[in-house]
């Protein structure tokens, strides 16, 4: 019978210039690891921040070039990303890396990457991915009892929060029937990927409400109601109410429990954004804060923030996994070999995403490796921290506190005397800071107030790092309040 010749290894492959040995994937890796290892041991006495201008990247990186069509040297390539391209980045990992929200992976997360990588996992379906897909139902079941949710719900992890977000607002709209007049309620002081999911999903500029919160940055309960009412009384549909678990401004939390009660007598939904402070229950101040959250019907959490992950590792946990499945499966001849029934998870079904690479791995591997009661500890010690700093900047003659510390967020900023703009001397403060290296430290506005940010998250970080800080800031604000009496 005739038929294709046998392939006895001998016909050559269309990889030969990309293969390479055992021996020199060896090489490679051992340096890039070792690399690494001197990153994570010498990051203490590193800026906390290195960038530029795109005109300075392209001096220190060259021109933009066309694509080789010939080859490098393996070793000269990684030369080059070691230490020409991945040095010009912020160390958001420093331990006096205060701005925006630090991520401070643990080793074993970073291992767990490295292997999900290697082993080119695709989990989007069971058939292709049984022993990852069974641990991502193990770690997203973790997350269920640490939020305090009933048996049934489940969750799917994501690229991040804007990703979450996008898809709690979908399900919302999906699951009230695509009305032609939708409503979502967002706080003031909701993520941007809130209102950016919104629009995504189809709600009308008009339908998407942001709820003013006031000195408190709590959305009111009854303001809500007031609000969802006003508009069904208008002929429009609400669907659904956003509040914050930890806001990314100022770590507030929303009263989530009358919050809950008041969506349910009003018959919308309820999600709790706690991409930054959703693992913080696992500390009892942020339990308490945090109380009422199993009560939502969808919780967007970041385990690259407080769970201590690499980029990228979000989700979102639904009070009743089914509705992942109702408003984000379908069906495609080409997929039929994979519907092996309900026990058999198809995470492609889950979410927005088929082509999906294994996250829960790293998740796995630090809570294995470690311990719950050290990732406790580390959630502990960025809410400790802030407490302190609370404390110094409110005994400190030349701080001003603007708002107290929740969840490892401290607003504050350099008093200035009369006569002198806080805003512009707070800002140049701030410039100098990450200009001198020291540290990264970002700002925002409360009720329209420039404030200085402390996002106190690493639990590498050390109040020797913290107080550092606010003297820089103390010794800072002296010279610029006395150039500037002295110039005028």
Known sequence: MNGPPEDKGTEPGGDAGLRMSPEEMRALGYRAIDALVERWSTLPEEPGW??????????????????????????????????????????IDHPRFFAFIPSAPTWSAVLGDLLATGFNVFQGTWLASSGPSRIELEVTDWFREWLQMPEGAGGV?????????????????????????????????????????????GIPPEGI?????GPSLRLDPEGLREAVLADRAAGRTPILACANGGATNSGQVDLLGPLAAVTRQVGIRFHVDAAYGGFAALDPRG???????????????????????????????????????????????YLQDTELGSEQVNFGDRGVQLSRRFRALKVWMTVQTHGLAAIREGVAHGITLAERAEARIRSAERLELLFPASLGIVLYRYRAPQGVDADRLNREIQEAIVQGGYAMVSSTRIEGVYALRLCILNPRTRWADVDGVLERVERLGDTLVADAMEAS
């Open 209 to 213: 409400r942001v709820l003013e919160t």
């Open 287 to 333: 339990a308490e804060a945090l109380a009422g959250i199993g009560e939502a019907d969808t919780v967007t959490l970041d385990p690259h923030k407080w769970l201590f992950q690499p980029f990228e590792c979000g989700g979102l946990m639904a009070r009743d996994a089914d509705e992942l499945h109702r408003v984000f499966g379908e069906r495609a001849d």
């Open 50 to 91: 290195v960038g530029g201008t795109r005109a300075e990247i392209d001096a220190r990186l060259g021109p933009p070039a066309s694509a080789p069509e010939t080859p490098r040297s393996a070793d000269a390539v990684l030369d080059d990303a070691i230490d020409r391209i991945l040095p010009n980045a912020a160390r």
């Open 157 to 201: 992890l994501t690229s991040g929060g804007s990703v979450a977000n996008l898809m709690a607002v979908a399900m919302a709209r999906e699951l009230a029937g695509n009305p032609p007049d939708p409503v979502v309620y967002l706080s003031d002081q909701g993520h941007s990927s809130l209102r950016r999911g919104a629009r995504i999903a």
